[in-house]
């Protein structure tokens, strides 16, 4: 019996054995676990299963054994190590890209398969690139953000300049970054020390993050408490889109793709920019500022009072019930069914988005509709907007300790490590920042700052309609609980433009 394809594979039902990937990973063989490496959040939609992936690559043509794995699969991974490298010895380090990086670097088919332990993905800085000796103009991906380099672009993004930063993301040393994903920390601890061995004086660590998902019943959910990921665009073929979930061109999110109307060269296709941001969070201050302005709302304790200012600055409530639907309570069955939780566009009945004191529903300065303002800027959304980004970052840091909620303080750092992917870091991450959550004037004169990530070069931040009692009565943020510890602008390439182009 010959077995071609996965499918085949599963289809007869042989788990746990080898089976050798067709086409492009023919020469590696992987071993099939029973279980994934990643965590799927009740609330979060299901990944596509393998025969679906399968219909996908052969119905529409999405290449996704071909695609690094961590650019469609979002916020699911229970470990994740960041490591960024510089480049010391180009012809080496190229050699050893084919030789040791390249049978391990993880395709989206190959995590949808549950067939390795550690997912691997590369992605290169341009300084990265220049050192590869990709350049000239028939190599220039041309995207200007990416190519000066994220440091060049704090000022833009609200950062007050760099001095809040990592001091290793400062400039633009840093050529690339390995992502490693899996469900124990030990086996990316193993991988990672036996790839830098065998990377030896080639590369040299400029600095590295150690992330995770919460613990237990904060499993999904980011620090300040919210379940996160709930939300996050589809490509065309890659899965059904649920209720409310954007479904947009796959050029948006892969490079060379329908939908990229930029010229890129032919090896860039199926690649995907990929904004790395290491976003501290200071959740007892947080905590404090909700604890001492609760909203005054008949029936409400100033507890429940608290807990609806800070689902009205995300626009959704810890479980990921969205307020637009559960305006003065949270809902966990809301927020953990995906067929109902991402199920509104902001103009249904009994909300005029042409009025900008009407934020009963939801003000207009939240989290996710100033990132994401679905009918506000017109329907349907992705025809009137290219501005989405697949989210795929991970908290980092340790939980609060007893020290710090007494005093109201953080004392240890933690956070979101930040990762955002797209065909175009202008209209995605970029845009998303600094024309959305930075502009007080978006979607409507006085909406003010985006309260969660809204940045005024760390100057006081007006943020309004927060009250559903009172939209004139007005907030003004004197601490950002999001502080940008800065990061780097990245592509990541496709695999075969790895083994093509990029190690030869
Ligand atoms: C520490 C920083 C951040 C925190 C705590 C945070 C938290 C959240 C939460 C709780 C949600 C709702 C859950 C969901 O829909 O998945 C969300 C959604 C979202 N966030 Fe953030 N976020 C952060 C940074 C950012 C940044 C820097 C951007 C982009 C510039 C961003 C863009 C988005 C988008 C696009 C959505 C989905 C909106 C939608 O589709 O409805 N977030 N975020
Ligand atoms: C991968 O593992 C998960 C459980 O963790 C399982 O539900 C899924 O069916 C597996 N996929 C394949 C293709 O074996
Ligand atoms: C895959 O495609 C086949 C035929 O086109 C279809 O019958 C089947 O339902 C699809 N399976 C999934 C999981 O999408
Ligand atoms: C860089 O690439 C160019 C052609 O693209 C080639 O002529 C040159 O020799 C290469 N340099 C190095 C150091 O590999
Ligand atoms: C950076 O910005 C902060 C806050 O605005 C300011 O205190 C500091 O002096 C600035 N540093 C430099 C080097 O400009
Ligand atoms: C993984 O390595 C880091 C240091 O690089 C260490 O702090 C951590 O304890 C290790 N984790 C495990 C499970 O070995
Ligand atoms: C836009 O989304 C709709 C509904 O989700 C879908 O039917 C349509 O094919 C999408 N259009 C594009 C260009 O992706
Ligand atoms: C989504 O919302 C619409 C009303 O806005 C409703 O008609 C539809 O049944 C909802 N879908 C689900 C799956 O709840
Ligand atoms: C919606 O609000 C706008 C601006 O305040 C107003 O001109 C319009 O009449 C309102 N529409 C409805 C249906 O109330
Ligand atoms: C922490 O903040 C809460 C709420 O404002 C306050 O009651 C408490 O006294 C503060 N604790 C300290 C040590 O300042
Ligand atoms: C709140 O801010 C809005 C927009 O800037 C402004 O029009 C309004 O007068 C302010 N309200 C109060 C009470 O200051
Ligand atoms: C941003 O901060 C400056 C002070 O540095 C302040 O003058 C300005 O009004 C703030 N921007 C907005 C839009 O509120
Ligand atoms: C609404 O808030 C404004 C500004 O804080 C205040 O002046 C006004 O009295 C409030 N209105 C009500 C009805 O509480």
């Known amino acids: 019996m010959k077995l071609n394809t996965l499918a085949q594979v599963i289809s007869f039902g042989l788990c746990a054995q ?3 990937v067709a086409g492009l990973n023919e020469a590696r063989s992987l071993e099939r676990r029973k279980t994934s490496i990643l965590f799927n959040p009740q609330g979060l939609p299901q ?43 180009a012809p080496d380090f190229k050699a050893k890209l084919k030789t040791e990086i390249l049978p391990l670097v993880t395709s989206t088919m190959q995590v949808i398969a549950n067939e390795t332990d550690t997912m691997l993905n590369i992605a290169f800085s341009q300084t990265g ?16 953000v990416f190519a000066k380099g994220q440091a060049m672009d704090a000022f833009n993004l609200g950062d007050p300049n760099t001095t809040n930063w990592v001091p290793e993301f400062v400039g633009t040393n840093i050529h690339g970054v390995m992502l490693l994903a899996s469900d124990t920390e030990a086996s990316i601890n193993t991988t990672l020390a036996d790839l830098q061995s065998k990377l030896g004086n080639s590369i040299t660590e400029i600095y ?26 589809t490509v065309g073929g890659f899965q ?37 941001r290491q976003l501290k969070q200071l ?45 003065k309570f949270d809902d966990p069955d809301l927020g953990k069914d995906p067929t109902r939780n991402n199920n509104f566009t902001f103009a249904e009945p009994g909300q005029n988005i042409s009025d900008p004191t009407d934020q009963s529903g939801c003000p207009f300065s939240a989290h996710i509709r100033k990132t994401r303002p679905r009918a506000d800027i017109g329907l349907p959304e992705n025809v009137t907007s290219n501005h989405h980004i697949v989210r795929a970052g991970i908290p980092y840091g340790p939980e609060v300790t007893t020290d710090e909620t007494s005093s109201n303080t953080t004392e240890i750092e933690r956070g ?28 409507h004169q006085g909406v003010g700052f985006d309260p969660i990530i809204g940045a005024n070069a760390s100057a006081e ?44």
Not at 67 to 83: A, P, S, T, Y
Not at 129 to 144: Q, R, S
Not at 308 to 321: D, P, Y
Not at 427 to 438: D, P, R, T
Request: charged share 15%.
């Open 416 to 443: 979101l490590a930040f990762v955002a992917y797209q065909s175009n870091i202008a209209n995605g991450f970029q845009f998303l920042q600094h024309f959305w959550a930075n502009n007080p004037k978006f979607v």
């Open 47 to 89: 990944l596509p299963g393998l025969q679906e992936a399968t219909n996908a690559s052969r119905q529409v043509g999405l290449n996704l054994d071909d695609v690094q794995g961590d650019i469609l699969i979002g916020m699911r991974k229970l470990f994740e190590r960041f490591f960024f490298f510089g480049i010391l010895n």
């Open 18 to 20: 080898i089976v050798s």
């Open 461 to 504: 931040r007006p943020v309004n309609g927060l009250d559903p009692t009172n939209t004139t009565r007005n907030f003004t943020l004197t601490t950002d609980f999001v502080v940008s510890r800065g990061g780097e602008y990245f592509f990541s390439p496709s695999i075969s433009a790895i083994a093509n182009t990029l190690s030869v």
């Open 208 to 233: 590295s993050l150690r992330t995770a998902m919460r613990p237990n019943e904060n499993r999904g959910h980011e620090h300040f408490g919210f379940l996160d990921g709930i939300s996050n665009p």
């Open 129 to 144: 690139l220049v050192a590869l000796n990709i350049t000239g103009p028939t190599n220039d991906l041309n995207d200007a």
């Open 283 to 327: 959740v007892p201050e947080f905590n404090k500022f909700l604890a001492d302005n609760p909203i005054n709302e008949p029936g409400l304790t100033p507890e429940q009072g608290s807990e609806l200012l800070g689902a009205r600055m995300v626009g959704r409530w810890k479980s990921g019930a969205p307020v637009f639907l559960s305006p």
């Open 240 to 276: 059904d889109p649920l209720p409310g979930q954007a479904l947009v061109p796959t050029g948006e999110i892969l490079v060379g793709e329908t939908g990229d109307s930029v010229t890129r060269p032919e090896w860039a296709k199926d690649g995907s920019f990929l904004v790395f």
